[in-house]
């Protein structure tokens, strides 16, 4: 078993395979786009699966693949299927923005994919192309008719952002009455790549929670599963279920059993610090299993607390100018 200098137990890793995207989410990265990354500066399939097949011997056992968008990498499907095969590896999860990702739900079924985090901020085709700058909405609804008619897992995640998608929180908590889905509100965190200037948070937990229960006074708590970072609540009668995700407040830190990597190796023991080892340099470099282990091991063993003080550490003080494109959400 993997634990860190605060005996939290680590066995789930966040991969992002790459920064590039098809939306331009305001919260996430600007109207132009990031300054995308070459091909030389991301991992190889190869390289990552090296790399993961490692993490599970050492006690990985949940690994979620994310980006920027995880469907717009060439050959992603056989990526998945090859990790899926990684002998201990208990569970392979997506995050996707589900533009192209209907096609594919089929072959995820077969090689196992239990559940997809979905990202739907709006029901409204207008919002969405103000959220996303991109008219995708249609494609992304055919996504979620797949992931259900396969009977996939489905978490819709939805960014709370005063004056986008507030008049959205009531109709996305409608949807969990019929369909089986898990709709889970997150709050807005600062890393938009200076899409837009963050200023500070306007819909915390508390304020999303006082709107749903506002609505649907006899809404219940549910039991939250372990290591989970949402409150969970269902609105009895409902086929779903309504989680909110308190991102920027950090209530979770004390039971975090996750790492990130992103699509360059960089390895983040927190979202909120700025890398704390590349792996993608010490295996182009030639470091064999038994050394990338031990160096894992050290970084695993000086994980900050929370992460408050991960950002405190950041080499870069003046803020977090990052996206989540490139960190992996
Ligand atoms: N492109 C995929 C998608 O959108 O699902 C995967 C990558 S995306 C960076 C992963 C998750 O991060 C999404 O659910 C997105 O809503 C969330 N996210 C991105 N920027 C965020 C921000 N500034 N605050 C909170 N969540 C954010
Ligand atoms: Fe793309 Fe996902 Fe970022 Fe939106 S949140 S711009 S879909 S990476």
Redesign the pocket.
Known sequence: MLLDNHGRKINYLRLAVTDR?N???FY??PEEGLQWLSRKELMTYEEMLQMCSLLVKMGIEKIRIT???PFVRKDIMQFLTALSELEGLNELTITT?GVLTAPHVQDLKKIGVKSVNL?LDTLDAGRFFNI?RRDEFLDVMRTLDELLKYGIEVKINAVVMDGKNTEDIIPLVELTKDLPVSVRFIEEMPFNGDGHVYGGLQWDYVRILEEISGRYPGIKKLVDPQYSTSYNYQVPGHKGSVGIIAAYSRTFCGTCNRVRITPTGELKTCLYDDGVMNIKDLLRQGINEDALNKALLSAFGKRAKDGWAAERSRVEHTGVHES??TIG?
């Open positions: 995207c939306l331009r989410c996430c990265m980006g920027g968008e923005n990202s996303t989540m494109a959400g």
